[in-house]
C-alpha cells in the first residue's frame, strides 16, 4: 500500500472526519495553519449576515435582549466548558488572551498574599511574559521567576511563589507541560497553578478538573474556529469562586448591571471577570466556532491530533531526513502542531505557501505545522510533505523572493 | 407652517441630511437610542460579508496581511481622529472602554508619581467608577475623591490629585462639562485631565487639542455606528508620547511584535497602549462606521445636536409640559441627548417602543432619547412627541404590560 493509500485508509476510519465538512477549506489548499487562525466554519457567513443585517441593522437596540446578545457570552462559555473539563458557570468569555491573562494574574496574586513570585517558563509566548512583567509592576513589586522546562520546576518552588503559569503547548516546539504534575508541585509549595491553553483546546485531552489547575486562560481564534480575534475565555475553579476578587471590575461583570450602581457588586463566580460590552460581532464568529466542534470529545480530539502528528512525523523522517524535529517525539509530551528547525525557515515557509502548503513561521528558525484535528486530513500530510521535499530539492528555500519578509509572518 | 411642516424645512435645509442615506433604518421606526447603539452603516452587511466568506473562509491567515486585518486598527484611529480634533497617532484603537479607561488611569497615576488621588464624578457612568477603584486597589493605595459637578471641583483639587476624570456628557442627564474648563483647572493643579467621549464623539464639537486635555477614551457603538460591542479607544496627547509608560504590555503594543522577544519593548507613542490581538469582525463593523461620518465636521456635527435638541426641547415644552426635563436647557451645557425624568419611566419607554419610537431608560427614573446628528431627523422629533403625548393621555405609562423589567433595558 501506498503512504497515499494508507493516509486515505486513516482519513476513512477516522471518526472525527465529518467535523471538516461544517467547514470551509478552499480546494486545492493544504491548510497547516490552524493553530494561528481556524478555518471558517460554514455556518459563519449566514450566521453573521443575520446579526448585521438583521439583528444590528432591523432590529436594533432591541437585540440585546431579544437575539440574545446580551447572553452570548454564557452561551460561547458552556459550549466551550466540555471541551475543557469544567463546568459553565466556571468559563467567562470576554477580552483578548492578554486582557484576561493580566486578570488571572492578579486573581492570583490577590489570593496569595505575602507571595509576590510569579514562575514561566523563558520560552512562553512572549506577550505572557509581558502581562506578568506589567502586573508587578503595577502592584508595585514582586518577582518574575522564569524556568527553561520542568526540569528547572521544584528548584525554583518556594515559600514566595505565589503562581506557577505555564503554557501547555509551546508556541515553538510543540512540547507539552504536563499540567497535571505541574499543579501538583504547585500546590505542595502553597502555590496556585494557571495554564495557558491557547494551543491546547480544541485540539487535545484538556481536562481542568483532572489536572486540579486553579486558573486557565485561552484564545478564541485558534482550533475553536472563531475567527480572527475572537473574544478569550477564562477558567477558574469552582473553589475559589467565593471571595473570588474583581481586579479589574466592569459592568457586565456586575451582579445588576442595569442598576448602574456606583457601587461594584461583583456578580456570581467566575462571571465578575467579564469586563466590558463584549464585541457581538466577533462574539457570534465564536459561537459559530464552537457550534462546529458539538459533540467532539477532548479525547477524541487529542486521539487526532496524536494520530496526524505521529503520521506527520513519520513522513518527514522518511522523506526529509535533514529537517530538525523540534517537536517532542513523546506524543504525551507534544501538543498538535509539528515544527521544524531550518537555517531558512521563513523562506522554506513561503515557498510552501506558494505551493499551497499554508503553514506559519516563528523566529528565529521555526516552519510550524498546525494539525488541526477538526479539518487536517491524513493525505494532507503527504502532500504537504511532498511539497516540503520539492521546496528543498529546488533550492526554493535558499531563493530571495521568498526570503523578504513581509509585516505579518 | 404647522410644527411638522417646519420640521421638513428643517431636514431640507439640513446640511448632514445625506448621512442618514449612508445609514439603514427600518421603515416607520424612530430610532431615538444611537446614544446606546448607533445604526448601521449601508456598507456593513456587504463589508462583513467579504471579511467573513472571502478574507477568513478562502484567504485564511494570509489575510492579516493581504487584507489589512494588521493595519485595521491604524486605519481605524486615522478615520476616527478628526472627529476628535486629533492626530492619528495620538489614537489607538483596541480593547472596550472599560480596558482603555484602566490603561489611562494608570497612566495617569504614574506620570504623576507622588500623588494617588483621582477626580471623578460620582454620577459618572457607573464603570468609569468601578475601574478607578479597582486601578486604584490594584496600585495598593490612593482615593478616588468625587465630586457632584463643577462647581465642587476647584474645592477638591490639591497636591494629592494625580488626574481630573469626567464624562464630557453624562448619560443619564446629557449635562455636559466644559472639559477645556476641567483641564485648565486640572493643570493649574499639576494634576493631568482625562474625558470619557463616550456620549460625544460623532455627535459634538470634540476637539482634544483646543481643550489641552491630557488623555481621552471612547466607544465605537454609539454615534460612531461601529455595531454592537465595536473596539473603543485611546487618546494620549503628543506631549506625553516621550517616555509613556505601558501598564499593559501585549504584543499589538511592542515595537516589533512578531520579533517574538521576550522583552517588551514598546511601540512609539500610543501605539504602545494596544492591546492582544484585536477583533478583527467587530473592528470591520467600526471601520463602516467611521466610514459613514467621513467628510462630517465636528462643528457640523454639534450644530445638527444642537438644532435637534433645541427642536426636541420646544416640543415637549409645547406638548407635554408635565414632563420634568433632565438636560440643560444651555445648548452649551448639553450633549446630543434629550433626558426626562418621569416616575414610571420604564412603562413609558416600553410604550413608545411599542409604538416604534425608541428611546431608552436609565433607573431610577430617566426616559432619555439621544438624537444623532447623523440619522436623526427633526420630522422623526414629531412624531415622538405625538407618541410621548398618546402614552400619556392613553395612561401606558401606567399599564402593567409596560411595566414588566426584561434583562436588558
Known amino acids: 500500500m501506498s503512504t497515499r493509500e494508507r493516509a486515505a485508509e486513516l482519513d476513512a476510519q477516522d471518526p472525527l472526519a465529518h467535523l471538516r465538512e461544517r467547514h470551509h477549506l478552499p480546494e486545492g ?31 436594533l437596540i432591541r437585540s440585546w435582549n431579544e437575539s440574545g446578545w446580551y447572553t452570548a457570552p454564557a452561551r460561547a462559555a458552556a459550549a466551550l466548558a466540555p471541551l475543557l473539563g469544567a463546568d459553565a458557570d466556571e468559563v467567562v468569555v ?10 488571572l494574574l492578579h486573581t492570583a496574586l490577590t489570593l496569595r498574599p505575602g507571595r509576590g513570585v510569579i514562575v514561566m517558563e523563558r520560552g512562553s509566548f512572549p506577550t505572557d511574559l509581558y502581562v506578568a512583567r506589567g502586573v508587578l509592576a503595577l502592584r508595585g513589586g514582586g518577582e518574575l521567576r522564569l524556568v527553561d522546562g520542568p526540569q528547572d520546576l521544584l ?21 507539552r507541560w504536563d499540567v497535571g504534575a505541574v499543579t501538583a508541585s504547585a500546590h505542595a509549595a502553597g502555590a496556585l497553578a494557571l495554564v495557558d491553553l491557547c494551543h491546547s483546546t480544541g485540539a487535545l485531552d484538556v481536562d481542568v478538573h483532572a489536572w486540579d489547575v486553579d486558573l486557565a486562560v485561552g484564545c ?5 474556529h472563531g475567527g480572527p480575534g475572537a473574544p478569550a475565555h477564562c477558567y477558574v475553579a469552582r473553589r475559589h469562586h467565593a471571595g473570588l476578587p474583581s481586579p479589574t471590575p466592569a459592568w457586565f461583570g456586575h451582579a445588576e448591571p442595569f442598576a448602574m450602581s456606583t457601587g461594584f457588586t ?23 466556532g464552537l457550534e462546529s466542534l458539538e459533540g467532539a470529545t477532548p479525547a477524541q480530539l487529542q486521539a487526532k491530533a496524536t494520530a496526524l502528528t505521529g503520521f ?15 517537536t517532542p517525539r513523546d506524543p504525551a509530551r507534544r501538543g498538535a502542531h509539528v515544527s521544524v528547525r531550518h537555517p531558512r525557515a521563513y523562506a522554506l515557509v513561503q515557498a510552501l505557501i506558494a505551493r499551497d502548503v499554508v503553514g506559519d513561521f516563528r523566529d528565529p528558525d521555526i516552519a510550524r505545522f498546525g494539525l488541526a484535528p477538526t479539518t487536517t486530513r491524513f493525505v494532507d500530510l503527504v502532500t504537504a510533505v511532498e511539497q516540503v521535499r520539492a521546496v528543498l530539492d529546488g533550492g ?12 505579518v509572518t
Chains 1, 2 share one sequence.
Not at 481556524?38 to 432590529?59: D, F, I, N, Y
Not at 465578575?272 to 462574539?283: D, H, N, Q
Request: glycine content about 8%; hydrophobic content about 40%; overall charge negative.
Open 312 to 326: 506527520f512525523l513519520e513522513l518527514l523522517d522518511a522523506h526529509c531526513p535533514e529537517l530538525e524535529i523540534a
Open 155 to 175: 528548584g525554583v518552588l518556594d515559600d514566595d511563589v505565589a503562581l506557577v503559569s505555564v503554557t501547555e503547548v509551546d508556541f515553538r516546539t510543540g512540547f
Open 29 to 59: 489548499l493544504v491548510y497547516l495553519d490552524g493553530n494561528s487562525l481556524g478555518a471558517m466554519p460554514r455556518t459563519a457567513p449566514a450566521r453573521l449576515q443575520h446579526t448585521v443585517a438583521h439583528e444590528w441593522g432591523e432590529r
Open 266 to 288: 461583583p456578580a456570581p463566580g467566575v462571571q465578575r471577570l467579564a469586563g466590558g460590552t463584549p464585541p457581538v460581532l466577533s462574539l457570534t464568529g465564536l459561537l459559530c
Open 396 to 407: 526554493e528555500d535558499t531563493q530571495e523572493r521568498f526570503a523578504a519578509r513581509t509585516a
Open 220 to 224: 478564541g481564534y485558534k482550533f475553536l
Open 94 to 103: 470576554a477580552d483578548s488572551t492578554s486582557v484576561n491573562l493580566a486578570k
